[in-house]
């Protein structure tokens, strides 16, 4: 018995051990407020990027609380690219990018936050499909977000789905590609998406696409030339579900949510985030399955205005000045498109201007980079 | 809950060691409660089910023993309308149902007849056929009734074969569970071993196959006639692994605690003839139907023609136990029609001494070679109807599958192929391909001889690489495109 034993054990450990050492040696087991605590610490910056353990809107609401800033931007991936640079030196800035997913999340999210810890600004991006019923229809999102928001992932959660993915990984060499892209600054990397390809939230919120910008023409990419992009409009799915009219409900959530941030004193600036010109120029030459796109600003400005608040149109990236280019994919523009929409932004919001960096500065920035991506260096 | 998930993984360790920590005059329950809980995982209710034909046998069993011979057989005759009865209700009454519609509105009427939806308890076919072998051996004086209640229904209900066997018999089953298996290392290490070699066969293979097969039988006429022959020839494998996986997991999981069960296959693709392959394929049903079924209706011991009509009629019954659809009518009345054929050829061949006519023309290893390959394609053919969604679907697999097999070589590099080549998956067969020669070099060794035997001689650094790909080889796939077993839904 004990030789069977024995046996077994020298057969199983090093399959258990192998994911168990590479989860942990890599940060995806560390609980979610370490990170937290470490990218608040001064000591160094993180890039928090997780493949296995994905906490994406719990670590955005922890890192909200514990920042206690005065700007946040808040909304999905779509809003991931504002820096903490694009603000003045005094302004405790977070991007809370990634926390939210429907329209009616926003609440919740604001919910949390202790009135003492209220911000001055919210940046509120509002993706297009927010307000299309076909979409809040058809797309199943994981069940739970307020446990998600909420509540940690416990180790054994992270640990149980993914000691054979972590295998299978290992077997397809996922885990030994290497990045082209190297930032110039110094990270101290936790999880494997940051290890590996320099994916990962930085210390303000901000997404760095390490693996994008280290190979922005490589067919694998996955929406490279926006094919999975303009597949998703063909069939009518995954964000690019075909509409007519705008959600009643969503409009109802959007309002509760502006009184609600009025009745706090924030103010809040709203904007439609942008497509690439090729992808909005091909929902153009479908009217009648977009239709409700071109409802939204006209019926959401007026609330927008009730409260003195400003919102934008950026749906089209080429009428911000940016060139297909500045784009991560279909429906993500990156840093540099970010920035140039920001200082419209700031252009026409006064009391987002007080907050801005020097506007000078920031268009001189836009003007010296060379890189389609990335305006301050990492 | 499914054999190739962590949680199975988890439940047998338990059991396995709780049975071995437990004195011999629990274990019994210890097996039984456990395979209650395995059952339960599925649809709780439907144990109501098993325990009433539990029921019903244990008593029928008893009463058949006590009984004279005129109350034997009703007795007897009972338990095989409650079994039948049930398999009926809830397996054929739906397929019965919309056939006489059809029949009805084809003679002119217009009348529709009430739909019941029931979903099928899981391993119905296989539970019902292992009781109902119990009392027709009891019935013939073979078997003791069995007066411990937990016993019948542990051979019943013994979770490593409860939801798609091997069928036991009594005699082979029931005893074990009085004897008393010490864990014994050799035995323990080699149901392991055959437990992985099954879940390597279910999850790396079968698995996968699965894939490319179920893309293409799903939609059928979007494909040619190449890659209709391609995805056929992966069924064959895939149904093959997964079966023959299963099996070996439940043999290996029942070989570890000391409980012998049947061999179910026996490299039936290496079968020279169809007959042989019968032999091969699922010996526990087909030894089921030859005992049950072929023998009572008098075998091969009558005239020819009803010789004939006994074979369909098996081979047909056989077809219908695998799902109510005409496509495994189809596929089982095939099977009796290629027996026919075999047995008109055999006739032939020594008739007219045909073998020493070509003696020095045909080489004997070729010719092995030759019938294996032959035995393999008609059976692979036949596969297209089990698989088919439908009689329609069958057919039309059937008659385009050797479309444009004359221009082959072309083809394979038509843009049309290679688009449908990716659209499938079968490119992947690249990853799937050294598995599928690994299992043929596996089962060559089988075939002439002990592997395990072959194998414990070489050296334990080679055994222990062995042990550590296989494991490695099958976490790679755990989880990665999970099916469950195909014999689950019969």
Redesign the interface.
């Known amino acids: 018995?004990k030789?069977?034993i024995f046996?077994i054990l020298i057969?199983i450990i090093?399959?258990v051990l192998t994911p168990l050492l590479v989860l942990n040696l890599s940060g995806e087991l560390m609980p979610i407020q370490d990170v937290v605590n470490l990218s608040i610490g001064d000591s160094h910056q993180v890039l928090y990027g997780a493949v296995y353990s994905t906490q994406t809107i719990r670590y955005k609401l922890l890192s909200t609380l514990n920042n206690r800033p005065n700007v946040i931007v808040l909304g999905t991936s779509r809003v991931m690219q504002f820096r903490r640079n694009f603000f003045s030196d005094d302004v405790v800035f977070y991007n809370a990018g990634g926390g939210i997913q429907k329209i009616e999340n926003f609440s919740l999210f604001l919910k949390q936050i202790p009135t003492d810890a209220t911000p001055k600004i919210i940046l509120m991006g509002l993706d297009q499909n927010f307000f299309n019923q076909a979409w809040i229809d058809a797309y199943v999102l994981q069940p739970g977000y307020e446990e998600r928001l909420l509540k940690d992932i416990s180790v054994m959660d992270i640990i149980?789905p993914n000691m054979?993915?972590v295998?299978?990984d290992i077997?397809k060499g996922k885990l030994w590609k290497h990045n082209l892209y190297v930032p110039s600054g110094e990270y101290k990397l936790i999880g494997l998406n940051a290890m590996k390809n320099y994916n990962g939230f930085r210390d303000d919120g901000s997404y760095l696409y390490g693996k994008i910008i280290g190979d922005p023409n490589n067919p694998q990419n996955l929406d490279y030339s926006y094919g999975d992009t303009f597949a998703r409009i063909a069939s009518g799915n995954e964000r690019f579900e075909y509409g007519v009219d705008l959600s009643p409900m969503a409009l109802k959530e959007l309002d509760l949510f502006l009184d609600e941030c009025d009745s706090r004193g924030i103010r809040v600036v709203g904007f439609l985030p942008p497509y690439a010109g090729a992808v909005y120029q091909k929902m153009e030459t479908m009217p009648e399955q977009y239709a409700y796109m071109h409802k939204i600003m006209p019926t959401i400005t007026p609330m927008f205005e009730k409260h003195g608040f400003t919102v934008f149109d950026f749906s089209n990236l080429a009428t911000i000045g940016a060139t297909d280019a500045e784009t991560i994919d279909g429906f993500h523009g990156s840093e540099k498109a970010y920035l140039r929409l920001f200082i419209i932004m700031a252009k026409n919001d006064p009391v987002l201007l007080q907050f801005s960096a020097d506007l000078d500065y920031l268009m001189m920035r836009l003007n010296e980079t060379q890189n389609d991506f990335i305006v301050f260096d990492d | 809950m499914l054999f190739n998930s962590n949680s199975f993984v988890l439940f047998f360790s338990i059991v396995t060691v709780a049975y071995f920590i437990l004195p011999q005059r629990l274990r019994w329950l210890l097996l039984l409660v456990t395979s209650c809980y395995f059952y339960i995982a599925f649809i709780p209710i439907y144990i109501l089910i098993l325990f009433f034909t539990i029921l019903v046998d244990y008593i029928a069993g008893i009463l058949i023993e006590n009984s004279q011979e005129l109350h034997r057989k009703q007795w007897l005759v009972l338990s095989l309308v409650a079994n039948i009865g049930i398999l009926f209700v809830f397996k054929y009454a739906d397929f019965a149902v919309d056939n006489a519609e059809r029949l009805v509105h084809l003679l002119g009427f217009n009348y529709s007849f009430p739909i019941i939806s029931i979903v099928l308890p899981i391993g119905l076919s296989f539970h019902t056929f292992q009781s109902m072998s119990y009392t027709i051996e009891v019935y013939r004086g073979r078997q003791k009734a069995e007066r411990h209640l937990g016993l019948f229904a542990l051979y019943v209900m013994f979770y490593p074969q409860l939801v798609a066997g091997p069928i036991e018999r009594p005699q082979n089953m029931l005893h074990q569970f009085n004897e008393y298996h010490a864990f014994d290392y050799q035995r323990v290490t080699d149901g392991l071993k055959r437990m992985a070699w099954g879940f390597f066969k279910k999850i790396v293979i079968a698995d996968q196959l699965a894939v490319i097969v179920n893309r293409v039988y799903d939609q059928p006429t979007s494909f040619s006639g190449l890659i209709l022959f391609c995805a056929t020839i992966c069924f064959s494998y895939q149904i093959y692994c997964d079966f023959s996986g299963y099996s070996d997991i439940a043999i290996g999981a029942a070989q570890v605690m000391g409980i012998k069960l049947m061999d179910n296959f026996k490299q039936p693709y290496w079968a020279q003839s169809i007959s042989e392959f019968w032999s091969r394929w699922h010996i526990s049903l087909s030894t089921w139907f030859r005992d049950y079924l072929y023998i009572p209706l008098g075998g091969n011991r009558v005239v020819k023609w009803r010789w004939k009509l006994n074979i369909l009629i098996v081979f047909i019954v056989s077809g219908l136990w695998h799902g109510a659809n005409w496509t495994y009518v189809v596929w089982g009345a095939l099977h009796g029609l290629y027996l026919i054929a075999e047995n008109w050829l055999t006739v032939l061949w020594g008739r007219y001494n045909l073998s020493r006519l070509l003696r020095g023309v045909l080489n004997p290893g070729m010719t092995a070679i030759g019938r294996r390959i032959i035995v393999f394609l008609l059976v692979s053919f036949a596969w297209t109807f089990f698989r088919a969604e439908s009689l329609s679907e069958g057919l039309y697999i059937a008659t385009h599958i050797m479309s444009g097999m004359g221009h082959f070589l072309t083809s394979i590099t038509d843009p049309v192929v290679v688009e449908q080549i990716d659209k499938t998956g079968l490119s992947n067969m690249i990853y799937i391909l050294p598995a599928i020669i690994m299992l043929e070099v596996v089962q060559w060794y089988q075939q002439r001889g002990s592997l395990s035997a072959w194998f414990s001689q070489k050296h334990v650094a080679l055994r222990w690489a062995a042990y550590y790909a296989l494991v490695a080889w099958i976490v790679a796939y755990w989880g990665a495109g999970s099916q469950q077993f195909i014999y689950f839904q019969f």
């Open positions: 018995m030789k069977f046996k057969l090093p399959f149980r054979a993915i295998w299978q077997f």
